[in-house]
């Protein structure tokens, strides 16, 4: 924050001594044609030093950078006193070219040091003290004269590239992901994420409209003002109200507008007020309208868009980051500079001495803008989806035993006799009444209620599609453990004509639990609209085991059977409904049914397995359902490790892959439980476990007493 503080002062500074001391030396219209040259000179610049950042990285190139900066301002002031034209074209390049330069390679070590979730927090932060910077930077130039201000601007880039050295050295950061990092180049970036495309169009858009009011502007205070120390003094005591403005709006609007309004929205309100105020200086001409033209969009660019705009690499690899950052950030920058000084040319050729066309074309520059800022949400996404999905290699597989330590608390409250074996008692049905009817119904029907393991075995065995009058026999062996893998099979092969039975026993409450419970995995390979939507019914259930496994069953059916499909809308009000459920408890219950490791489709994680919350496992079982199922299984994962950087990778990208009511749901508990997990369990919390404990036993065992009075 110091750091680009100092920064912000020098580069404000440099803005008003860059404006003062060359309109003191040239006339305005000598203007477009020094911007065409300083942007021809960044693009230059930017594409050299994409070169140098794909090889040292921007931790090494960017403290030399700096040194570098201060020491060319020095050179400018000796140049100043001898030859002032000529120290103000130095000046002017170095301000907009290199000063670009070095913005971008500040905000890449930023990208490189912050994962995308706390990057939403801090660098609104950081972007708030360069604003007090600005504001310092501003008063400087207001009340110091143009030679001594050059001369300042040196040391404080001197002074930015030793707290930056400091802060942010090389060898502990840059040199701790240089081994897993790859060379890019700007293509293959682009190439990699298409919606930088969409991202450059905007900037050079943006800059190009900012470039047409700017010359409007400082054409109407160089007519008003004249030229020298009066005009230098102007420019410094704007640029200082326009940073105290941004400081306001960064301190007070820029965080909670980015959080609620989105990336893409946030980035598009600085070329929609732009388009706006163009319009309207049309009807209201002079310099105090461009001057608050101008200055709305100073402070929308420095405030909102700066920061919503630096959001949008996060979801960029380094690799790719360090290859294209600098050529959008100022070549595609001072390309609009360069496009926005041609139109000016131009118009004031067709239309000498008018205004109103520079500002016409302003509005259309910035629609365009505003039409490419919309259309950045979606490539975003996509770009945090290859993020999580680029991080799936780098995850230790031994994270599951991470997360069977986060949850081995929990498990400890389930009784140590395993409910399975409560539950595995046969259907109480005599075996030795003998099978008088010759029917073949009857035969299997007595075969299947025998009660016998290995007659009931034969019986399912036997059974095929057209057996379908006995599917509710098959479907009560569901509870009897030792036969219920075989009666699931053959449920299988009875195939649709069973589906309504199978729907019947899921939703009716009055069922026994356990047959209600292990349906599901029936309805899974019964692909049919109405095992769809009997899937989709047991998400209201009390029981959250047969809301878990109707969730996985429905997963696998959709997946397998892409001609079946689910309403989007409904699948986000079954995750609403399923998160308020959760919001008073969150806790990971245990599954009655163990799932056996080999068959892996019934663990939304197959390196996780048990070890996963069973909530979570549910929630993202029902994401996956609309998002692209190997993103949301990487975010899962990543919610289970300690990587803090992959962790706020899966935020950023639940965060904007998912509505508003889901995401206002799901974060805040998400969060909670990442607190919860990072919280050690105390001897008070470890004893009311076991307290805990007793009462369970008691209560199963009770239970269970109740079960065999009925029966």
């Known amino acids: 924050m110091v750091i680009f503080g100092l920064m912000m002062a020098q580069q404000v500074a440099g803005k008003a001594a860059r404006d003062g001391i060359f309109l003191s030396q040239f006339s305005s219209s000598d203007l477009p044609a020094m911007v065409v040259v300083a942007a021809i000179a960044g693009v230059v610049l930017s594409i050299g030093r994409a070169r140098t950042m794909v090889r040292l990285g921007p931790f090494s190139s960017t403290p030399v950078s700096l040194a570098i900066s201060g020491a060319l301002h020095g050179g400018e002031w000796l140049l100043l006193g001898h030859h002032p034209r000529i120290a103000a074209c130095a000046i002017y390049l170095h301000v907009v070219a290199i000063g670009s330069i070095l913005l971008s390679s500040f905000w890449s070590v930023m990208n490189e040091s912050f994962d995308p979730r706390a990057a939403k927090t801090w660098f609104g932060r950081i972007s708030g003290a360069g604003t007090l910077g600005g504001l310092l930077g501003g008063l400087m130039a207001a009340w110091v004269s143009p030679a001594v201000g050059v001369l300042l601007l040196a040391v404080l880039h001197a002074v930015c590239a030793g707290l930056l050295w400091r802060a942010f050295p090389p060898v502990s950061l840059a040199g701790k992901s240089a081994a897993r990092e790859t060379r890019s180049s700007v293509w293959e970036a682009l190439h990699r994420y298409p919606f930088l495309v969409k991202l450059a169009g905007l900037v050079l858009t943006a800059s190009a409209s900012a470039s047409l009011l700017d010359f409007v502007f400082k054409a109407q205070a160089a007519h008003a003002m004249g030229g020298g120390a009066p005009l230098v003094r102007f420019f410094g005591l704007y640029y200082t109200a326009t940073s105290l403005l941004i400081f306001l709006v960064q301190a007070f609007v820029t965080r909670v507008f980015v959080q609620h309004a989105g990336l893409p929205a946030s980035a598009g309100v600085l070329p929609a007020m732009t388009a706006v105020g163009s319009f309207g200086a049309l009807f209201v001409p002079g310099l105090r309208g461009l001057s608050a033209v101008r200055g709305t969009e100073a402070v929308l660019r420095g405030s909102i868009y700066r920061s919503a705009y630096e959001l949008f690499y996060t979801a960029v690899a380094p690799a790719e980051k360090r290859a294209v950052k600098s050529v959008l950030d100022v070549g595609a920058e001072r390309l609009g500079d360069a496009v926005g000084a041609g139109m000016v040319s131009l118009l004031l050729v067709v239309a000498p001495g008018r205004f109103g066309p520079v500002l016409t074309a302003a509005c259309v520059c910035s629609t365009i803008?505003?039409?490419?800022?919309?259309?950045?949400?979606?490539?975003?996404?996509?770009?945090?989806?290859?993020?999580?999905?680029?991080?799936?290699?780098?995850?230790?597989?031994?994270?599951?035993?991470?997360?069977?330590?986060?949850?081995v608390l929990m498990r400890s409250v389930v009784t140590?006799?395993?409910?399975?074996?409560?539950?595995?008692?046969?259907?109480?049905?005599?075996?030795?009444?003998?099978?008088?009817?010759?029917?073949?119904?009857?035969?299997?029907?007595?075969?299947?209620?025998?009660?016998?393991?290995?007659?009931?075995?034969?019986?399912?065995?036997?059974?095929r599609t057209e057996d379908w009058s006995l599917a509710p026999l098959a479907i009560e062996l569901l509870a009897w453990d030792q036969a219920m893998p075989v009666a699931r099979d053959a449920l299988k092969r009875m195939g649709a004509g069973i589906t309504g039975m199978l729907a019947d026993a899921l939703l009716d409450v009055d069922r026994d639990f356990t047959i209600r419970r292990r349906v599901p995995r029936v309805l899974a390979f019964v692909p049919t609209m109405r095992s769809v939507e009997a899937l989709f019914a047991a998400f209201r259930d009390q029981r959250f085991e047969v809301r878990f496994y109707a969730g996985r069953a429905l997963y696998l059916l959709l997946r397998d059977h892409p001609e079946l499909s689910v309403d989007p809308e409904r699948v986000w009000e079954a995750i609403n409904r399923e998160l308020t459920l959760q919001r008073s408890a969150w806790q990971s219950p245990r599954l009655l049914d163990s799932r056996d490791a080999r068959a892996s489709e019934w663990f939304f994680d197959d390196q996780l397995l048990d070890g996963a919350d069973r909530n979570l496992e549910h929630l993202f079982t029902l994401l996956a359902l609309l998002l692209p199922g190997d993103a949301v299984r990487i975010a899962f994962r990543a919610l289970h490790t300690d990587d803090r950087q992959l962790r706020g990778t899966a935020f950023e990208y639940l965060e904007s892959a998912t509505p508003a009511n889901t995401r206002h749901l799901l974060l805040p508990l998400l969060e909670a439980d990442a607190v919860k997990r990072a919280r050690p369990a105390s001897a008070e919390a470890l004893a009311k476990l076991m307290q805990t404990k007793v009462q369970v036993d008691e209560k199963l065992k009770t239970t269970m007493q109740s079960a065999e009075i009925r029966t």
């Open 369 to 407: 803008a505003l039409l490419l800022a919309m259309r950045l949400h979606g490539g975003y996404v996509r770009a945090l989806e290859k993020s999580l999905l680029n991080r799936a290699v780098e995850i230790d597989p031994a994270l599951a035993e991470d997360s069977v330590t986060c949850s």
């Open 416 to 463: 140590e006799r395993p409910i399975s074996s409560l539950e595995s008692s046969r259907p109480e049905v005599h075996s030795d009444r003998p099978a008088t009817a010759s029917d073949a119904f009857v035969r299997q029907a007595v075969e299947l209620r025998s009660g016998d393991h290995d007659r009931v075995l034969r019986a399912l065995d036997q059974l």
